[in-house]
């Protein structure tokens, strides 16, 4: 198998996804790709089962195996929130300038020992006539008191990684897919490509 269908409209997954998948030879197609495809609603409690239906919804309207990523921000202080809800967690139109402004906001006063977060992914793979499988994976950090760096995406700019002394938005595109949770959870499902696959192809 050469290509991989991911079902996603968000071009900052696309990129690391392309950049992943780069390495193991497979090309990857998004939702991009196909914009008449509508959204699917996100009505899941968790992120497996956010991956799951958006997964499942994709591969049944083209026939073919695909995977997707329902990922956020997990903050110890405010209880999980915004969790499964962090793409939307200031509004529909999911803003990642106003959503990283009330997440500061909602932080106003806790001391960094108390900012411990996590990036969370989940990934499943939905292909015709088999189970689908899904994977997990984190990232662990803490929510820096003002943005920095220009690189990534979403809440990157205040994710702060202890070790590197750096955010995620300051790590180059190589550095973020040596340790993401996405690079994680997928490294996780290349242990278990075959049997997921069942004959479909290997992903190397
Ligand atoms: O590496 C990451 N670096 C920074 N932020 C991140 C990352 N990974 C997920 N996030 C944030 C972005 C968004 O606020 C939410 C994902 O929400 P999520 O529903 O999975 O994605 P989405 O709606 O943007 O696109 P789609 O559902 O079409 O895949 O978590
Ligand atoms: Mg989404």
Redesign the pocket.
């Known amino acids: 198998m050469n290509k991989i269908v991911i079902?996603?409209?968000?071009a900052?997954?696309v990129r690391?996804f392309a950049a992943l998948f780069a390495k193991r030879g497979i090309d990857v197609k998004s939702?991009l790709d196909f914009p008449d495809v509508p959204?699917v609603e996100?009505t899941g409690s968790t992120f497996a089962e956010?991956a799951r239906l958006?997964a499942e919804a994709i591969s049944h309207r083209f026939g073919c195996p695909v995977i997707?990523?329902?990922?956020?921000?997990v903050v110890d202080a405010l209880g999980g929130r915004p969790g499964v809800y962090?793409?939307r967690?200031a509004g529909e139109d999911?803003n990642?300038a106003r959503?990283i402004a009330k997440l500061l906001h909602e932080l106003e006063g806790v001391p960094m020992e108390q900012r411990t977060a996590r990036?969370h992914?989940a990934l499943a793979v939905a292909i015709p006539g088999r189970p689908t499988a899904v994977v997990e994976a984190a990232c662990e950090g803490y929510i820096a008191e003002a943005p920095r760096g220009e690189g990534?995406?979403?809440?990157?700019p205040v994710?702060y990684l202890p070790e590197k002394g750096k955010t995620?938005a300051e790590l180059t595109p190589e550095e973020k897919n040596e340790i993401?949770?996405?690079a994680k959870a997928l490294a996780k499902l290349d242990e278990q490509w075959d049997d997921i696959m069942g004959g479909e192809g290997r992903m190397e």
């Open positions: 079902a996603t409209k968000n900052g997954k690391e939702l959204d996100e956010n958006k997707a990523d329902d990922s956020g921000l962090s793409a967690y999911k990642d959503n990036f992914c990534g995406f979403g809440y990157d994710f995620m993401s949770h996405r």
